[in-house]
């Protein structure tokens, strides 16, 4: 499909949403948004906020980059949490992520911003073994710590809960396709 095509085609699904919706469900949230969770997941096109609510409007703040990493984009991170103040951050990974495959098949010849992003994986996957579902969860657990430590007075306050997770689109937890398998809440490991 040519460019043209796709933008002809977002215009035209921006056109029924607006249809759908209508105007009195932009009032909600035109002076100030007030979501429930920080999300932290991976900017993959298979992983999107509808697998797990069925409209993130106002819901979710939501972050996105390769590999579901806080030290990627953690001023937007510490947005969600600090300023937002919302009571969830969920760092969610999922199977088959690309940045921890890149990352464990040796990723020197990316261009310097991709390698930038995959070498804060190394403290979470450095010495992993080849199992790709376990090195994503060790990634996801690695995420959570990192969290945890930043976070600990937050967190002691009750005021946050960090809740790590994967989204299964291909049921290799053997739960289902398209599972949200909560891994990780606080630093308690669940899988």
Same mark, same amino acid.
């Given at each position: ?23 009195? *469900?932009? &009032?909600? *949230?035109?002076?100030?948004?007030? @979501? ?21 409007? $106002? ?5 996105? $980059?390769?590999? $579901?990493?806080?030290? &990627?984009?953690?001023? =937007? ?5 600090? !300023?937002?103040? /919302? @009571? ?9 992520? #690309? ?8 990723? &020197?010849?990316? @261009?310097? =911003? ?5 070498? !804060?994986? /190394? @403290?979470?996957?450095? #010495? ?22 930043? *976070?600990?007075?937050?967190? #002691?306050? !009750? ?11 291909? $049921?290799?937890?053997?739960? #289902? ?15």
């Amino acid at each position: 499909m040519n460019p043209i095509e796709i933008v002809k085609q977002l215009k035209g699904f921006n056109d029924l949403f607006v249809q759908k919706t209508g105007k009195d *469900y932009f &009032s909600a *949230y035109q002076e100030s948004q007030a @979501p429930i969770i920080t999300l932290v997941t991976c900017a993959d096109s298979r992983v999107q906020t509808d697998s797990i609510v069925e409209d993130a409007t $106002n819901k979710i703040f939501t972050i996105r $980059n390769i590999g $579901n990493q806080i030290y &990627s984009n953690e001023g =937007s991170v510490d947005y969600g949490i600090l !300023h937002l103040k /919302t @009571p969830i951050l969920l760092i969610m990974g999922h199977a088959d992520c #690309g940045a921890v495959k890149a990352y464990m098949g040796g990723y &020197s010849s990316e @261009p310097a =911003s991709i390698k930038t992003e995959l070498d !804060h994986l /190394t @403290p979470a996957i450095n #010495g992993s073994n080849t199992n790709l579902l376990k090195t994503i969860v060790k990634n996801v657990n690695y995420q959570v710590s990192v969290a945890l430590e930043k *976070y600990a007075e937050i967190i #002691g306050n !009750h005021e946050l809960m960090v809740v790590g997770a994967v989204y299964d689109f291909k $049921n290799e937890i053997g739960e #289902g396709f398209g599972k949200f398998k909560v891994v990780n809440i606080n630093g308690d490991d669940k899988i």
